[in-house]
């Protein structure tokens, strides 16, 4: 599956790859909520031997992990969902990039408990050159409900807080939301637009 990937990564003269980083458990999935964790625990060194390996085989293609949240409020269910679990990954490869999902980030703040605008400023701040796309979408903080950000959005004011430091480094954003109406979603991409137009 990577390496068909890697052709079209190529093909349109991408730079980096990015994937979801993982689940420690499997799981029974329905609706998009985790049930029912089963079978054999996994670990950060299967996420470091999986990178050697595509270290390896694309040595000129960037790997991106995005850090995921705690599905169905289950605290143990995936890679990179506490601030600190990411701090730790970043910290022990270089070549690990970050696809930082601030939605994700949000839920897992909630369910973690830790302070959500303090982690994202310390990501920015700290690890800038090492995030490849950020990806927006807002939600409660209970699950990944994928709406879109408005002005008075807490994302949204990270975005502009943090805009030149976005533009200098040429970081991908990505509107991120599900179902919504096409207006609605123009409107919330002009929004965007203007912050990054600067």
């Given amino acids: 599956?990577?390496?068909?990937?890697?052709?079209?990564?190529?093909?349109?003269?991408?730079?980096?790859?990015?994937?979801?980083?993982?689940?420690?458990?499997?799981?029974?999935?329905?609706?998009?909520?985790?049930?029912?964790?089963?079978?054999?625990?996994?670990?950060?060194?299967?996420?470091?031997?999986?990178?050697?390996?595509?270290?390896?085989?694309?040595?000129?293609?960037k790997l991106a992990l995005e850090n995921s949240y705690p599905n169905n409020n289950l605290k143990e269910s995936s890679f990179l969902t506490h601030i600190e679990e990411i701090f730790e990954v970043l910290e022990c490869n270089k070549e690990i990039y970050l696809l930082l999902d601030l939605g994700h980030l949000k839920v897992s703040s909630v369910v973690l408990g830790f302070d959500y605008s303090v982690a994202v400023q310390i990501l920015l701040d700290t690890y800038i050159d090492r995030v490849l796309e950020i990806h927006l979408s807002e939600n409660e903080g209970l699950c990944d409900d994928h709406n879109l950000i408005h002005s008075d959005s807490l994302q949204y004011k990270m975005i502009k807080e943090n805009v030149k430091s976005i533009l200098q480094r040429e970081i991908n954003v990505t509107i991120e939301a599900r179902n919504q109406p096409f207006e609605d979603v123009r409107e919330c991409y002009l929004l965007i637009e203007e912050i990054l137009s600067v």
């Fill in 1 to 61: 599956f990577i390496r068909k990937a890697m052709e079209y990564i190529r093909g349109l003269q991408i730079d980096y790859y990015s994937v979801h980083s993982g689940c420690k458990r499997d799981f029974d999935f329905e609706n998009e909520l985790f049930s029912n964790p089963k079978g054999k625990r996994y670990t950060l060194r299967g996420i470091y031997e999986n990178i050697e390996w595509f270290r390896n085989e694309f040595p000129d293609i």
